[in-house]
């Protein structure tokens, strides 16, 4: 990704995460929803929410990874962003499997 593609502000970006996050598992739940929106606006969740829309897997974390050395170029940033991925898991009650192993992914990759 070029710089000129990095525009999302960091909020836009968390919130791509999120919704990121929240899809693993293949379920997209109320709590789910109602987690990332009670922490962004309603304009936000529907540009990222589209954002992630256009993109499939591959691309959402090519995407997500584009971004690396804008906001998680240290391990304090990357340690934020991993505790806001494991929370959006925990929304809807249940931590899968399939979580689990994004989140160990996620750790070695950034």
Do not use: C
């Not at 499939?56 to 804008?70: S, V, W």
């Not at 391990?75 to 806001?84: C, Q, R, V």
């Not at 959006?88 to 992914?105: K, N, T, V």
Request: charge should be negative.
């Amino acid at each position: 990704m070029s710089e000129e593609e990095l525009k999302w502000s960091y909020h836009e970006f968390l919130t791509f995460v999120m919704i990121y996050a929240s899809h693993v598992d293949m379920e997209f739940s109320d709590e789910e929803m109602s987690n990332i929106k009670s922490r962004v606006d309603q304009d936000v969740f529907d540009k990222m929410y589209t954002e992630f829309d256009k993109r499939n897997d591959f691309e959402a974390l090519q995407t997500i990874l584009g971004y690396k050395k804008l906001y998680f170029p240290n391990d304090e940033s990357k340690n934020e962003i991993l505790k806001t991925i494991k929370l959006q898991f925990f929304a809807d009650g249940d931590y899968s499997p399939m979580e689990r192993e994004l989140m160990h992914f996620f750790e070695k990759l950034m």
